[in-house]
């Protein structure tokens, strides 16, 4: 297929790197021929890379962030037909782990025996890239129910905003979309999700581990950075961790190393920083609205490599109060090793 009409679907991930992707992946040293995205996220930086002819290797530590790698990264081919359809909405709606434990908490009870049910026809489809997908389109549906598009608001303040005549008095827009069904959010994302599958002719691959039991273990010329940007809102296991549990099934924890307490995160770059001699290249995003400074950032790299090149673009986040528009700045830290 021709590179130009391959798109990144709106997969809607809160940090994502859309916009920045193609800055990002154009400074890239030309020389590199493989990139360990390391904090994929939604990947939207693996994908670029991907079309871009890279080698890739994302990894997250969430569930759901490693399957839409595995969907979109290394899945070179496999696509969601109508047989995979049927299978995935056959059947009668069944009490299952999300009625048991989330009705009237994240969606209403029906809702919640629909996901149930579907969360175990999946798991009959024919390859685990079929499954990935399937997750990953479910994952949209979920996202596209729920006000403000994360899993950390109360019920009362989900039923308000889902309530289209109060959205409608109150913000001028009804909203109706949080109360389509799940099925009709899935078909809706269908096509544009199996037309984002292409082959780079790499063998790209996926992984979901804490970053920290990988660095070095995995072999690429650039090991690109997109950590949780602390001091902002950046609590991923808030957002996401109930896809992971509807996915498992099971109730989760949420995970360490998460970036999020000022403190220990100044530990965790020193330890992330202080492991990367494997890699020739380390390429790190930041901006100037988190923590640490960018001269912090400098000092605690300086320790490991003194070959650090620093570019910035101006960039302003969805989420950023007006008063800090224009502001911005996304750096982007370019760290080679000798
Ligand atoms: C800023 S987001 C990455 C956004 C991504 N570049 C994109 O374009 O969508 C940071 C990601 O780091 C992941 N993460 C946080 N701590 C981690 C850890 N210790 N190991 C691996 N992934 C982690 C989070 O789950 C989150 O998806």
Redesign the pocket.
């Known amino acids: 297929m021709e590179n130009s009409k391959i798109h990144f679907p709106k997969?809607n991930?809160?940090?994502?790197?859309?916009k920045l992707?193609d800055w990002i992946c154009d400074n890239f040293p030309k020389d590199a021929e493989s990139v360990f995205?390391?904090?994929?996220?939604?990947?939207?930086?693996?994908y670029r890379a991907k079309k871009n002819g890279l080698r890739v290797i994302s990894?997250?530590?969430?569930k759901i962030?490693y399957l839409l790698a595995k969907s979109l990264i290394e899945n070179n081919k496999e696509t969601l037909n109508e047989n995979d359809l049927g299978l995935i909405f056959s059947g009668r709606p069944v009490k299952g782990f999300m009625y048991k434990n989330y009705s009237d908490i994240y969606f209403y009870p029906e809702e919640c025996k629909e996901l149930d049910l579907y969360r175990r026809n999946i798991e009959k489809l024919d390859s685990d890239y079929k499954k990935a997908l399937a997750l990953v389109l479910i994952r949209r549906s979920m996202i596209r129910k729920m006000p403000y598009s994360r899993f950390n608001l109360d019920w009362d303040k989900i039923k308000l905003l889902r309530d289209e005549d109060y959205s409608y008095k109150k913000y001028k827009r009804k909203r109706a979309y949080h109360n389509k069904s799940f099925k009709f959010h899935f078909l809706e994302n269908l096509s544009e999700y199996n037309n984002a599958i292409f082959d780079n002719n790499k063998k790209n691959k996926a992984m979901n581990?804490?970053?920290?039991n990988l660095l070095g273990k995995i072999k690429a010329d650039i090991i690109y950075l997109?950590?949780?940007?602390t001091g902002t809102m950046?609590n991923?296991?808030g957002f996401?961790g109930l896809v992971d549990e509807y996915i498992d099934s099971k109730k989760k924890k949420p995970?360490?190393?998460?970036?999020i307490d000022k403190e220990k995160s100044l530990l965790?770059f020193d330890k992330l920083f202080s492991r990367l001699s494997g890699y020739k290249y380390w390429i790190l995003?930041y901006n100037n609205n988190s923590y640490p400074s960018k001269e912090e950032l400098v000092k605690i790299i300086s320790k490991y490599s003194k070959d650090i090149n620093i570019i910035e673009k101006k960039h302003n986040y969805k989420i950023t109060g007006k008063a800090k528009k224009n502001k911005n700045r996304e750096y982007l830290f370019i760290v080679r090793n000798k």
């Open positions: 997969v991930f809160i940090g994502n790197k859309e992707a995205d390391a904090f994929s996220g939604g990947g939207s930086v693996s990894n997250d530590i969430l962030n581990k804490d970053v920290f997109d950590p949780p940007y950046n991923y296991y996401y995970f360490e190393n998460n970036f965790l995003s």
